[in-house]
């Protein structure tokens, strides 16, 4: 399968008043065209930060990155200038934002909003650029598109101010899309409408996905590959029925068993006890020790080593490791 994205080592640190924190420590993925990777976790593990350095949107001071490379097309974006950023920003590689209400101006028509993007990247004359952008409102499903235009966000409903950030993403047809928290406002319905959505899109288009989310219900629904993050890693990655079906950390098998399942009797959740390590300084072994209940000795001395257990499972975990089960045979 042909690379669109590699991010390898990456790492993002915010220098503040009380230290540094370290909010991503060693992210290392690919994406591959016309699949959907997703990148699951809870909140503060480091998944926006992560994404949000795909497209450089990193506040600089106090955000930095340290370490590591994100390339696309053959260039290391943490390397190229701001100007040239802008230029990829829209055209090559988009972000739909959590929250519409905000990411949308609101003393600006859509249609503007949209058409702006349009002229920007494309350089095309502003009839063509309507055009385009009435092809757009149809194709994520916005009713009466050419008097839509018109309208204000305020004018629209959550769920139909989603579509428009959708088409405002997609309008210059990127190679990559991310979706940060892309339904969590919407109702079920709607967020289910969105889900379709964006699979119709990509079966159109080919685009590239990374959903950024701690809804591992949507997760099941469009990914085609998981990464699950914790304290700025990813402790586990894996394809959708291998993550689900075959977890191997701990920790993504206690996600799973914290989801809402219909099919048993007893509805009572089962919570991940404890609290995410402090990131300003990171504990040396296993982030996970003290909140595990196989945790060993060696997991609070020092940080496994990556386990693959298929071409695309991987894990970070000593109950995994070779080396750890022949020492505890001892």
Known sequence: MEKTLEVKDLHVAFSTYGGEIKAVRGVSFDLYKGETLAIVGESGCGKSVTSQSIMRLIPSPPGKITNGSILFKGRDLTKVKESEMRELRGADISMIFQDPMTALNPTITVGEQIIEAIIQHEGISRKNA???????????????????????????????????????????????????????????????????LFKEIQMKTGVSIILITHDLG?????????????????????????????????????????????????????????????????????????????????????????????????????????????????
């Open 130 to 196: 309507k055009e385009q952008a009435l092809d757009m409102l149809k194709l994520v499903g916005i009713p009466n598109p050419k008097e839509r235009l018109k309208h204000y966000p305020h004018q629209f409903s959550g769920g139909m101010r989603q579509r428009i950030m959708i088409a405002m993403a997609l309008v210059c047809e990127p190679e990559v899309l991310i979706a940060d928290e892309p339904t969590t406002a919407l109702d079920v319905t709607i967020q289910a409408q969105i889900l379709d």
């Open 218 to 330: 949507v997760v099941a629904q469009v990914a085609d590959r998981v990464a699950v993050m914790y304290a700025g890693k990813i402790v586990e990655a894996g394809t959708r029925r291998e993550i689900f079906y075959n977890p191997q950390h701990p920790y993504t098998k206690g996600l799973l068993n914290s989801v809402p399942r219909l099919d048993l009797e007893d509805d009572e959740l089962i919570p991940i006890m404890g609290s995410p390590p402090d990131l300003f300084s990171p504990p040396a072994g296993c982030p996970f020790t003290a909140r595990c209940e196989h945790a060993m000795e060696v997991c609070s001395r020092a940080y496994p080593f990556q386990t693959r257990l298929t071409q695309e499972h991987h894990v970070e975990c000593w109950l995994q490791d070779e080396r750890a089960k022949a020492l505890l045979a001892r």
